[in-house]
């Protein structure tokens, strides 16, 4: 009861934390929400299935689950077989999906899943797509389409296939999207077998299929039914859906370091403005015990609460974020919000938690408050830094270098990471030693002022130099707002000069052949292009054991480049690179079994382990080796030397000289990555603006007997609300400017790492217009809330 008296009592002394809490509670919500929604969902084409058979699963060379190993003709005829006649269904059906698009007016169809548009006609079963009109395909120059494509039976149809171009007769229509050929014609395109869907009979018990076919296949592959078949997802949208992933955690992570960063300053200072009360509770008789279950008490009442309302306004914002998202293409399509108990349930126990152990750590320093401290000023004991502040300060300061270091050496997958890691790290050690600061600081800004004669300079500077840790919290959260804002910013804007001019660099003199409107380039684009590099890219499967050849665990799974390079394009080799060799256990001149996508195994010779080098692949064959296993893959981008013409005669492609290929192989992620940016800088900064007003409002209301004295001895109403606005500038200007600081190591690191990755001169470049919004935004909310509840204060006073 005491504890809810307290927080009835001092309601404003904690509003400036549960605001903080409800809106991290939120941010965290309204993630986790949008994350729980864009879990897959079954295929439409799917949907008239009762099962789908798998083969066995291959993991990558971390051993990660990944691909599905298919399943070569031979080896699926017994298993189709034996499914075709469990009990309750009525059809086993080979899925085949590869490559298919159609060309109108000498332009391919736009067509998203274009990649993985091909079917044979029985798959039209799987999603029980009716015949609208015509007939079934039955030779190799039939194909049934989409009604919505508008192609007329009888009419005829260029389809872009892996091959190029092909001319087909339409013999019917469905009511649902792709292209269905026949099932010799699909089984050419891709031999291997990836999926077996069972149909079931009406009324058919669909659990009851499944252990038996489960039976059937026994240890060379698995069944899933229901949300399992979610696992089968065409590669656009889950391209979409791990862009949106990486966003969505960008936001959740920082998110929680800003939350956990606030509210804990916050906190440690709503405690440390209490000294006082908490000196008159020992006097009465509290012991050091029962004054940190009241501090812990409280917090954990206004982390609920806060968790509570925080949880409501992420529920409500969480159609705001889709929309955005929606906006950057990159959620699954129909994704609908549904709102389960866990996200509310982990957002309220960070909310609480967090609450909670920010209350910890301010409790254990009040619980040794002396009873004569009622009899002092509630800042008095405010003096500098404690050994063990600066323990922590200096440890976190001494990893947060160590960080800024590592980004510069870091991988390109890392190297964004790590800068955000060690700023991160910064950030708290700029905040721990933030007192030892403020007094040396405060004295040289305050300088040039005082020789006017004014005391409102002398006020402020012994304000600061008498109570450090309370200039500390307020500090604080400036440190944050501006720090990541020109983190994010000046990443953004150093790799928009880096990776350009790098990659410039790296294709100079050459015409680049692209995609335009397709995929990928098909065999013909290339027949049009026969000098150049044109890598043939495809999954393939080795065994880390040959001789545990049984095994599917010791399945790995690859990604192999056919070349036509004449140093590697040889039959029967392979050329590795260093890392691969080592993650498979493979030296130069041993033999290793490799599964394509056909589903057959060809013995590869190691011929050479080069240096990791992304431009050439690290495991290289032939480009026929994988033409012949792997019918349906597509090229990727055509590198024509300077010396030979290039062609783009081929409908669907696109011709780029160095400078042009390179900005639009940049602008391709620029999108996203200024999108993502930008969003975390608004997370950042506006959660560190609330914050910031927060704690000076807070300030404000807990001097309030310092400026009734100082009303009383002459002050004027204007000179102490000029006061106010002063002293806060000076805090505003100290965490803007170690916020820089703090950003500085880790982005000179990642300009050093572009440097190398790129070869070419990268230096630091910082976004001047989104540094002087965080500063301007972040002063002009701290001098509202600071000024506002100064004057409100100052008005109480007068009555």
Known sequence: MLILANVRERWSGFLGAFVAILVGVALITTTLVIYDSARPDVQARYAGTAALALPEQAVDTDGSPEDRMPWSPSEAEPPLAGLDKVPGVADAVVDRSFYAQAIKDGEPVTDEGALESGHGFGSARMASYELVSGRAPSGTDEVVVDRALGAAVGSELTVNIAQGRWQFTVVGTVDGPGYYFSAAFAARQQP?????????DRGADTGAIVTAAQKVLGDKGSVVSGNGRAEL????????????????????ILGLFTTVFVIASMLVLATGMRRRDIGLLRTIG????????????????VGLLGSIAGCVAGVAAAPLLRSVLDGLDVTPPDMEITVAAWPLLTASVIGGGVSVMGAWTAGRKAARVAPVEALLDSRSADKGMGRGRWIAGLAVLGLGVLLAVGTATSSADDRINMAIFATMTLIVAAALLTPVFIGPVGRFLTAPFQRGGSAGPVLIRAELVANPRRAASLVAPVIAAVGFAVLLSGMVETMRVAYPAGEALKVSGQTIVTPDGTPGNTDEVVAANPVGKAALPTRAFVRKDAQNAENAAAATVLDVLGTRDPRWNKPGEAVLGERTAQDLGLKKGQEVPVRFADGTSVTLRVVAVLPDDPARGDFVVARDLVRTRDPAALTDDIFVPGDAEASDAVPGTALHDAAEYALADYETDAKLTDALAMMLIVIAVGYSVIAVANSMAMAAHGRRRDFGVMKSAGGTVGQLLLFSAGETVLVIVIGAALGVLVTLPPLAGMASGLSQATS??????????TLTTAIVGTLLAAVVAGIGVTAKTLRRHAA
């Open 286 to 301: 509290a012991s050091p015990a029962q004054i940190r279950r009241m501090i812990l008490g409280e917090a954990a009442v």
């Open 192 to 200: 291997g077998v990836r999926t077996i869907a069972l149909i079931a």
């Open 760 to 769: 070419s001169d990268v230096g630091l470049h910082l976004s001047t217009g």
């Open 233 to 252: 997802q065409p590669a656009y949208i889950e391209h979409k859906r791990f862009l949106g992933v990486q966003l969505i955690s960008a936001m959740a």
